[in-house]
């Protein structure tokens, strides 16, 4: 469970919130803050005041597996294999283990033959998978994902719901603008503004926007 | 007005993009998995790059521009002022019309990603082109910036529109679908049969074909119509 308590940083304010084990989506129209609120979640920036907490303790940077929305931004290395490899070097893994597990990570999403690529060749989607890939390698108990999917074909976007799926995290924040997704976490967090405009299961947050265009389209659509 | 590449070929290690398309005015939707070659083609058709092979031809072509995946790929100016006077635009319209409206002062990397692309696309969209070329301009926008760009779109018409995009939901009234597969450019036709033969369809579109209901273009108004029909 993560607990944000009296939380101010920039324009992000919350008071009080309670963001149990699961799959949580993070919705808001864009510059609503939630890149900002990722990143605190993530450890990787300290809050102004206030206190998040991820089972009782502070989150330490490094730990949650963390996919940036500007999938350059995530590459610390050239090539693909080192950039998949480095969070089990930093983990001192040993090297025949390392190469095994970061071949089969590869494999999982169909990019084996492109390890040896660097990671400026590789095309936008891909590059994605590539972040994914390796958040995932580690096998982080939280797994941050910050509107990656906005880069992927639908059957490259259900590789990588079964990726995260099948990771064994125990808790899944992201923000996506694909209400559609949004709408199949278990529970869906609406910012507006830093604020948190409403926070409960899809069926309790959605239907206060029906009359907008945040509205699930599928729920639209076919329900 | 006419786009041709002709036996147009590209090599990037053992991956090779294959072409042999002529692009006339309307919408044209390309879709296709990642590392298809949507961006090379982009590429090569706002002639960013050159072809190995085959010759990239445009006719009576007087204005091109290309848009990139990632907006800061664009930025040239210290402030969204400046950054808005390089496209030729007025900054403060196009500061409201991308919801900004007050920020022109701001430095373009202070904004959110999806604010930046918003920012961006306006900026470019406030101006016609005979040519548009818009590599994934719907990925981080919100909604409304999705339906905003769609407007723009469907208002440049008389050009030739190229549209890369993975968009599921969100799209443009569309003439002209392609598809890249493994490298290679494919013209699946014009809508409403072009859906038939659609690999790369969005679920939604997908889920109505298997029910045999064909919406008669992509936008939301004409899944709803076909979802309807479904339901009938």
């Known amino acids: 469970m993560i607990e944000i308590r009296d939380l101010a940083f920039r324009s992000i304010r919350i008071g009080h919130l309670l963001i149990p084990d699961g799959t949580t989506a993070l919705i808001g129209a864009n510059g609503s803050g939630k890149t900002t609120l990722l990143r605190l979640l993530a450890g990787l920036t300290p809050p102004d005041t206030g206190s998040i907490t991820v089972d009782g303790m502070l989150p330490e940077p490094g730990c949650a597996g963390f996919v940036n929305e500007y999938p350059d931004r995530n590459a610390l290395f050239s090539r693909f294999a080192d950039e998949l490899a480095a969070p089990l070097r930093f983990r001192h893994i040993p090297c025949e283990e390392l190469e095994q597990r970061v071949k089969e990570a590869a494999a999982t999403a169909g990019l084996e033959r492109q390890l040896e690529r660097t990671m400026d060749t590789l095309s936008g989607g891909e590059k994605v998978l590539a972040a994914l890939l390796s958040a995932l390698i580690s096998s982080p108990e939280t797994l941050i994902l910050d509107e990656f999917d906005s880069h992927l074909d639908y059957d490259s976007l259900v590789l990588a719901e079964n990726l995260i799926s099948s990771s064994g995290a125990r808790r899944v924040i992201r923000c996506t603008q694909n209400m559609d997704l949004a709408a199949q976490y278990g529970r869906v967090i609406v910012l507006h503004r830093g604020r948190v405009l409403r926070a409960g299961s899809p069926e309790e947050v959605f239907p206060a926007l029906e009359e907008t265009c945040c509205y699930p389209f599928s729920w639209r659509a076919f329900r | ?232």
């Not at chain 2, 930025?75 to 900004?100: H, N, Q």
């Not at chain 2, 598809?179 to 014009?190: F, K, N, P, Q, V």
């Open chain 2, 1 to 232: 007005m006419k786009l041709s590449l002709s036996a147009v070929e590209w090599h990037a290690g053992s991956w090779k993009f294959r072409a042999d398309a002529t692009f006339t005015p309307g919408v044209h939707l390309v879709s296709g998995r990642v590392g298809s070659g949507k961006t090379t083609l982009a590429l090569l058709s706002a002639r960013q790059l050159q072809p190995d092979a085959g010759t990239v031809v445009c006719e009576d072509i007087r204005s091109c521009t290309l848009s990139f995946q990632y907006p800061e790929y664009h930025i040239t100016g210290s402030t969204l002022y400046e950054e808005a006077e390089s496209y030729g635009v007025d900054p403060f319209a196009a500061c409201a019309r991308a919801g900004l409206a007050g920020r022109d002062e701001e430095d373009p990397f202070r904004l959110s990603r999806g604010e930046l692309k918003w920012f961006q696309l306006t900026c470019l969209l406030m101006r016609r082109w005979d040519l548009l070329i818009l590599d994934e301009p719907f990925s981080a926008l919100d909604c409304r910036g999705k339906l905003a760009v769609c407007r723009a779109i469907e208002e440049n018409r008389g050009g030739i529109v190229l549209v890369s995009t993975h968009e599921q939901y969100i799209l443009p009234k569309t003439d002209f679908l392609w598809e890249m597969m493994s490298g290679e450019l494919t013209l699946r036709g014009t809508l409403p049969d072009a859906i038939s033969t659609w690999e790369s369809a969005p679920a939604l579109v997908r889920r109505l074909r298997e029910q045999g209901v064909l919406p008669a273009n992509l936008t939301r108004d004409d899944i709803l119509e076909a979802a309807c029909r479904m339901h009938e």
